[in-house]
């Protein structure tokens, strides 16, 4: 790779670690709130959006100039496309993180069954490991790495299924409780989309790697 197209992409590759640094912040922040029930952490979730830059169009914009400049083959040119797509996916997992801050914010003045919500800040605390082992993967062109982050997701399928249910049966026990599961059944499909993207990045780290398209998650998941 000429020295020129090596310093784009590593730059790239950087932009790409920051996007995905930004969405882990977000989550961890709506998780706190979650916890805590403070609106107003959530919030700060949302306004900060506000401010966030374009990184996926400069991203999309660095790799048409890298192919249009050094027309790259092979693992180089790989690189290049699996760099945009991954940059899409933690684009949208940063949306997602303030779809749920949104979600965890109105929630803030429902009344919460605490058991439910350890349940469900496990399943974000997976859904953001997930995210971290996928860019970790594709960053340090690791598979193995991917691999894990395939098993983390299915721990989150399985919570999901597990938490709707104990949803539906507080509000069919308590209709005050109706709002709050309404919204925490949402909650856990945006933790679940979240770990979804995820995957879909350690998808690309081994399309990189090996030249092969490839589906970690399994047909029962998908």
């Known amino acids: 790779m000429p020295d020129d197209q090596a310093r784009q992409t590593d730059q790239l590759r950087t932009r ?50 890298a192919i249009a400049l050094h027309h790259p083959i092979g693992r180089d040119l790989r690189t290049l496309t699996g760099l945009l797509h991954a940059s899409l996916h933690v684009e949208r997992m940063t949306d997602l993180t303030v779809s749920m801050a949104r979600t965890v914010q109105q929630a803030s003045q429902d009344r919460a069954d605490e058991d439910v919500t350890h349940q469900l800040i496990e399943m974000g605390d997976l859904a953001r490991a997930v995210a971290q082992r996928s860019v970790q993967a594709f960053l340090g062109d690791d598979t193995s790495v991917a691999d894990e982050a395939e098993r983390l997701d299915d721990a989150v399928d399985r919570l999901d299924s597990g938490i709707f249910e104990r949803l539906v049966r507080l509000a069919a026990d308590d209709e005050t409780r109706l709002p709050w599961a309404t919204r925490m059944i949402h909650l856990t499909r945006q933790f679940e989309r979240y770990a979804d993207h995820g995957v879909d990045v350690a998808e690309q780290a081994v399309f990189v790697r090996s030249g092969e398209p490839v589906r970690l998650r399994r047909s029962s998941h998908a």
């Open 16 to 65: 790409l670690g920051s996007m995905a640094e930004r969405a882990d912040r977000s989550l961890q922040a709506v998780l706190q709130a979650l916890e805590s029930g403070d609106g107003d952490v959530a919030g700060e979730v949302v306004d900060a959006d506000a401010q966030r830059e374009p990184t996926y169009a400069h991203i999309q914009s660095g790799v048409l100039a």
